[in-house]
């Protein structure tokens, strides 16, 4: 009679501990997972994410008609833009604005080639603590190792389309219409704001491949993002 009271109980016990490992976070199945496996996933991840966001933006009209992320005029200079108003040469701003987006619109591939080299090079302490961490857990930290370095290239890039594309030239104009000296610097302030819009999109991409099995199109994010 014993051992028949004893079965249920040792089998409900067993119930017990088997599912108190299967939690919602998921944290049993990626204990299988190697720190090696994870990082391949999180660089998966990354790249998947910039090449989504670059090619969002960096296309005609990608930058300069959305509301969110043109470069328009810099705050910095509202004295100045005041100045070229009732100057009458406000046209001189809209031409520039117009350059500073179509530069930074035609530098998908460029911009593609650094930020992939970026993610190769970057490496993870815990990468774990990273897959199970938030939903922007990936772009976050690869922005907080990588940005500084990653503006400073897109500043030399960005400073040379527009010597080519003429935005160079109207920016001249525009600063010898000052009354003021201006020492801003017009080419990392379109960085900076780049940088800030790719990382951005990253985050939406990043938290749609761990939300959404249609967004895992690599098998490693699959095998380790899937549920």
Not at 20 to 39: G, L, P, R
Not at 132 to 144: L, P
Request: glycine letters at 4%.
């Amino acid at each position: 009679m014993k051992k028949t009271v004893l079965l249920p109980i040792i089998a409900l016990l067993c119930a017990f501990v088997f599912n108190s490992c299967q939690d919602k976070s998921n944290d049993f199945v990626h204990s299988y997972f190697t720190d090696k496996e994870i990082s391949n996933a999180l660089t998966a991840c990354l790249n998947v994410s910039k090449d989504t966001a670059i090619n969002h933006l960096c296309v005609e009209d990608g930058l300069y008609a959305n509301g969110i992320y043109k470069l328009d005029f810099p705050n910095e200079l509202s004295e100045l833009h005041n100045q070229l108003t009732e100057a009458n040469k406000s046209d001189l701003v809209d031409s520039l604005v117009l350059k500073m987006n179509r530069a930074a619109e035609s530098l998908g591939n460029d911009y593609t080639t650094l930020w992939a080299a970026k993610i190769k090079a970057l490496t993870y302490t815990s990468p774990n603590q990273i897959l199970q961490g938030g939903k922007t857990a990936a772009t976050d930290y690869f922005r907080k190792q990588s940005e500084l370095a990653l503006v400073m290239e897109m500043t030399t890039l960005l400073k040379a389309k527009m010597a080519t594309n003429g935005g160079t030239d109207l920016w001249n104009q525009i600063l010898n219409c000052s009354t003021t000296p201006v020492t801003f610097d017009l080419y990392q302030y379109m960085a900076m704001k780049n940088a800030d819009a790719i990382f951005l999109e990253m985050q939406k991409e990043e938290t749609n491949i761990r939300t959404l099995g249609s967004h895992r199109v690599t098998t490693i994010l699959e095998t380790v993002f899937g549920e």
